[in-house]
Antibody
């Protein structure tokens, strides 16, 4: 069974940093590209970042480019999102999701971790 | 403002069919067959219902179907059931600097 479990969310002040983690199990993690998608309270979904299976290709939404860094450790079956210079508008539930092999679609999602940026 | 445009809400009675539209541009929906649809119940993670315009993942009811015409994709749910009440989001690959764009979401109410 595919499982994705996010952790690392919490309350942080504007300008602060946070590192999210996503532990994957139930599939060959090193064979799949992975996505981070977020959802602000009461709002819609927003794609944040994607990383290919070998980390060769990395993409970011314009809203986080230069502030967020996606990475992965295939030996540990883990995905990460380092978030720096956080703003109030980054407040959201952050989902880790597995990308299907031949498309950008996310077929499995974690339960999400809440990041709150507030003073 | 979301990159893809969806109606804010739709409604239907049990047993009826409804269609949710998702309008983009030739840089996303119209240019590629990489449109997906997700269902999200309150407090839950999104669930993939349709991918690559019209394909259903294993386990998804055949009451859900997808299509596309030009820059507009559509999700049709037939034989509406109470459990279908949820938010629905479309997404598409985009040739812009980002990789994927979502619609603003549509709240489906089963009357």
């Amino acid at each position: 069974e595919v499982q994705l479990v996010e952790s690392g969310g919490g309350l942080v002040k504007p300008g602060g940093s946070l590192r999210l983690s996503c532990a994957a199990s139930g599939f060959t993690f090193s064979s799949y590209s992975m996505n981070w998608v977020r959802q602000a309270p009461g709002k819609g979904l927003e794609w944040v970042s994607s990383i290919s299976s070998s980390s060769s290709y990395i993409y970011y939404a314009d809203s986080v480019k230069g502030r967020f860094t996606i990475s992965r450790d295939n030996a540990k079956n883990s995905l990460y999102l380092q978030m720096n210079s956080l703003r109030a508008e980054d407040t959201a539930v952050y989902y880790c999701a597995r990308q299907m092999p031949t498309t950008v679609t996310s077929d499995y999602w974690g339960q999400g971790t809440l990041v709150t940026v507030s003073s | 403002q979301s990159a893809l445009t969806q109606p804010a809400s739709v409604s239907g009675s049990p047993g009826q069919s409804i269609t949710i539209s998702c309008t983009g541009t030739s840089s996303d929906v119209g240019g590629y067959n990489y449109v997906s649809w997700y269902q999200q119940h309150p407090g839950k993670a999104p669930k993939l219902m349709i991918y690559d315009v019209s394909n259903r993942p294993s386990g998804v009811s055949n009451r859900f179907s997808g299509s596309k015409s030009g820059n507009t994709a559509s999700l049709t749910i037939s034989g509406l059931q109470a459990e279908d009440e949820a938010d629905y989001y479309c997404s598409s690959y985009t040739s812009s600097s980002t990789l994927e764009v979502f619609g603003g979401g549509t709240k489906l109410t089963v009357l």
